[in-house]
């Protein structure tokens, strides 16, 4: 059962991600709120916790709720609250982990590339709705549910890696039935005869919220560097669409190209 402490816990860590989302979307005052599905997709919480988090922010006057359509709406300036822009990365680092952008090699092998041994938790691998940025790539409407894999790797028993994997149900039955601390691209590979084609890739230094902190075991705000990607077989259909996250300072990326001769 649910503790009153911890319960506040997930509030406070909900309602900080909500101010950090506001101003990642540049909301203002006046602007609508997301839903309580959307917010508790994109923080990846429950919706007993954003439901709890909003409470907070009613009874102080940050947000209003409206009968009809209006919805919930931001009543003073939230996004500032975050000062996200004013995030502060340390470049000395304990460990530097090198990773290459857009590959199809697993965490653990560029790991073990080099010497770095890792293990992976699986906290969940189900079928669940999604969010809409999520539901938009697979061409799939929102109420449509995806396959989810929340990961999170470990080097020398401590966090060093949150990821999200998502893919299609319907292309791949029995997928969870797999062992889900193995190489997705390689369990595709060689269960389904899937082959990536190519990976888009965005990078991005944004502040933690959600589960991103809570499993990294880092404060809310902390830089990370979120790896959003998206890989395609040959047809360009979309088969994997994972964000992985790592805390700032202890990754390095690195890229290669190779110019037309």
């Known amino acids: 059962m649910a503790t009153r402490a911890n319960i506040g816990t997930a509030a406070t860590r909900t309602l900080q991600g909500i101010h950090l989302l506001?101003?990642?979307?540049?909301?203002?005052?006046?602007?609508?709120?997301?839903?309580?599905?959307?917010?508790?997709?994109?923080?990846?919480?429950?919706?007993?916790?954003?439901?709890?988090?909003?409470?907070?922010?009613?009874?102080?006057?940050?947000?209003?709720?409206?009968?009809?359509?209006?919805?919930?709406?931001?009543?003073?300036?939230?996004?500032?609250?975050?000062?996200?822009?004013?995030?502060?990365?340390?470049?000395?680092?304990?460990?530097?982990?090198?990773?290459?952008?857009?590959?199809?090699?697993?965490?653990?092998?560029?790991?073990?590339?080099?010497?770095?041994?890792?293990?992976?938790t699986v906290i969940s691998a189900r079928i669940q709705q999604c969010s809409d940025q999520i539901c938009q790539l697979f061409r799939v409407p929102t109420s449509q549910p995806l396959i989810r894999v929340e990961r999170v790797r470990m080097v020398s028993n401590q966090p060093f890696s949150y990821e999200q994997t998502y893919l299609h149900p319907h292309d791949y039955p029995d997928f969870l039935d797999h062992d889900m601390t193995q190489s997705i691209y390689q369990t595709l590979q060689f269960e389904y005869?899937?082959?990536?084609?190519?990976?888009?890739?965005?990078?991005?230094?944004?502040?933690?919220?959600?589960?991103?902190?809570?499993?990294?075991?880092?404060?809310?705000g902390t830089p990370l560097l979120c790896a959003f990607s998206r890989a395609k077989d040959a047809l360009g259909h979309t088969v994997i669409v994972s964000i992985d996250t790592y805390v700032a300072t202890q990754v390095r990326l690195t890229t290669s190209h190779t110019l037309p001769e």
């Open 193 to 220: 005869g899937t082959t990536i084609r190519s990976v888009d890739e965005t990078i991005e230094v944004m502040p933690g919220f959600g589960n991103a902190v809570k499993y990294l075991h880092i404060p809310t």
């Open 22 to 120: 506001a101003d990642l979307d540049g909301l203002h005052v006046g602007d609508r709120l997301p839903s309580e599905r959307e917010l508790a997709a994109r923080l990846q919480v429950s919706r007993s916790s954003v439901r709890n988090a909003l409470a907070i922010m009613r009874e102080r006057g940050e947000i209003v709720t409206k009968p009809g359509r209006s919805g919930t709406v931001i009543a003073t300036d939230i996004a500032h609250q975050t000062m996200s822009s004013r995030i502060d990365v340390n470049a000395k680092s304990a460990r530097i982990f090198n990773r290459s952008t857009a590959s199809t090699s697993g965490l653990p092998h560029m790991l073990a590339s080099q010497g770095i041994d890792c293990t992976t």
